[in-house]
């Protein structure tokens, strides 16, 4: 790949360590996909506290050159209540401070976009998160590739990034033409559309025909979430649209490389594969995946004013430390705790799997677990063996954990 | 006997074990158990399946874009694969190959679809071979 004579420099280590570890990355990198030369880019996200990172970091003069916010991270505020011990919350407070001195954003998130990182039309970034590269390359039109924690770090670090993928015009282009022949409402029946839109397509981008109203930013997630639980592309348009599907849809060959339709028994195939049960005892009510935007927050909290969560019932929601602020603020927090759930702040309960605290809740006590998220529900399936997975509308999931069971 | 394939070089280094085959796309963050290395994915056949030590052939990966740290974690942990044998460039694995120093290369889907779990594969990334011994 060739280098400019700035990036050779930062090659030698002539800005440090720090910088010389992350050129001699993306060297690699660009070299191993076939890039030809590194492009700038001032947007990256999904710095996390992983130990051979952590010590980049901590190299002497290490700088971030570029605008930079965090990742979600195992490491949530309330770590006491669900049980986390001293020392893990000690390595979060080390990361926190680390991020500031070298100038990184503490977002703490899985979705950007909700806390001040917003990228422009045609922006190239440099983002993780699988949920925030499909919303970004989709619905925004920045480009980003599926990038990992390293290359993030080595891209704040330089600005740079590999000329390839998604930040080509000729990779931008659809395959797959998917005709939706049914209504699609709630964000759930999004989520259900792609779930199954990545099971068909993989790695190929899908191209939606027949969705006649602008989706709303929930179904929008919902939509972008599933997609690339089941898929690997980190793009899709919807004809008419999405930003680079607006007036013509382009496909890569001309026409489409395949065809299929999503109907109704499409939908309901879906919603079957996401849910592993379909009523029972609720044990853990778990909203915010992706992590919950300040409406998202209203409405549970609107769906609770007043009421009591059952006591068998654990009622958690997902969200960033910044949104968790403004829904205190508007009195959110105070409803949903008044009826006795909570707010997690940067954090998922699904991040460490099986070892996960669980919200202070054994792993063999529990049996139902309800979400309002299709990927939540699909990662919890798998990360949860053996248990009940339930995957409904926030309002039905809302209702169940103030009756103590799913009907 | 043993036969020979072609395959395209994305990161050098030679390994040779025991091949673990799946046919379709798996997240290495909910799909496989970073302790054990065991695959979890339902949709996979060899769900249940241990990837330590294996020589793992698949797709390319899917879901969450954590699989770089997912990998490199799994391997300083020795509960990795000792390479990785796709049919499509996938970034976010090619990242996680590198900083793990795992070989890395691209097959054709045809070929993948001769290589049997239980076969042994020697991967010579390097020189674009791949073996298949005593089919």
């Not at chain 1, 190239?124 to 390359?137: C, D, K, L």
């Not at chain 1, 409803?335 to 998922?348: F, P, Q, Y």
């Not at chain 1, 949860?384 to 999931?397: F, M, Q, R």
């Not at chain 2, 496989?32 to 294996?54: A, H, V, Y």
Request: net charge positive; charged share 25%; glycine share 8%.
């Amino acid at each position: 790949m060739f280098l400019t004579s700035i990036e050779e420099r930062m090659l030698r280590g002539d800005f440090g360590p720090a910088v010389q570890w992350a050129m001699e990355l993306l060297a690699k990198y660009g070299d191993a996909v076939g890039a030809e030369r590194l492009i700038d880019i001032n947007n990256v996200h999904g710095l996390v506290p992983y130990p051979e990172l952590v010590e980049i970091m901590r190299l002497e003069k290490c700088k971030l050159k570029v605008k930079c916010t965090n990742h979600i991270v195992p490491f949530p505020d309330e770590w006491k209540e669900i049980g986390m011990p001293d020392k893990d919350y000690d390595r979060q407070r080390e990361f926190c401070q680390l991020c500031r001195k070298i100038g990184a954003i503490n977002t703490f998130t899985c979705a950007p976009y909700q806390v001040g990182n917003v990228p422009v039309f045609g922006e190239h970034i440099v983002w993780t998160e699988s949920f925030a590269q499909v919303f970004a390359n989709s619905v925004i039109g920045a480009r980003t590739n599926n990038e990992g924690i390293q290359s993030s770090l080595a891209s704040a670090l330089t600005g740079k990034t590999p000329k390839f993928g998604y930040h080509l015009d000729e990779n931008r282009k659809g395959s797959v033409l998917i005709k939706i022949q049914t209504r699609l409402e709630t964000p759930q029946e999004y989520s259900a559309l792609g779930y199954y839109a990545g099971r068909i397509c993989r790695s190929e981008i899908p191209v939606f025909k027949g969705i006649r109203k602008t989706p709303s930013i929930e179904q929008y997630k919902g939509l972008c979430s599933a997609l690339r639980t089941t898929g690997s592309m980190c793009l899709f348009h919807i004809a008419g649209l999405t930003p680079e599907a607006k007036s013509k849809v382009l496909f890569r060959e001309g026409k489409p490389s395949d065809k299929t339709s999503f109907g109704k028994e499409e939908l309901k195939d879906s919603f079957e594969r996401l849910s592993t049960a379909s009523d029972g005892k609720v044990d853990l009510a778990v909203f915010g995946c992706p992590h919950a935007s300040i409406y998202e927050i209203q409405k549970i909290a609107f769906l609770l004013n007043g009421r009591k969560i059952h006591r068998d019932v654990k009622l958690w929601v997902l969200t960033s430390n910044v949104i968790k602020s403004l829904a205190t603020i508007m009195g959110y927090t105070d409803i949903i705790e008044k009826a006795g759930g909570r707010l997690l702040a940067n954090s998922c309960d699904l991040m460490n799997g099986r070892r996960f605290h669980l919200f202070n809740m054994p792993f063999e006590h529990i049996d139902v677990y309800v979400t309002d998220s299709g990927k939540h529900g699909y990662y919890a399936s798998q990360l949860l063996p053996g248990k009940k997975i339930i995957v409904s509308t926030t309002a039905k999931c809302i209702e169940a954990a103030v009756k103590g069971i799913f009907k | 006997m043993s036969i020979q394939f072609r395959c395209r070089k994305i990161v050098g280094g030679k390994a040779e074990g025991v091949a673990l085959v799946t046919n379709v796309p798996i997240s290495f963050w909910g799909g496989i158990d970073p302790l054990t290395g065991e695959i979890l994915d339902k949709e996979s056949r060899e769900c249940g399946k241990s990837i330590k030590d294996k020589i793992f052939v698949f797709p390319f990966g899917k879901g969450s874009s954590a699989l770089s740290g997912r990998l490199s974690s799994m391997c300083r942990m020795r509960t990795g694969p000792k390479a990785l044998v796709n049919t499509k460039l996938d970034s976010n694995l090619v990242l996680g190959a590198l900083v793990s120093a795992l070989p890395l290369v691209l097959i054709d889907e045809e070929i993948m679809h001769k290589i049997k779990t239980g076969d042994y594969l020697k991967v010579y990334a390097d020189e674009e071979i791949i073996e298949v011994v005593g089919t």
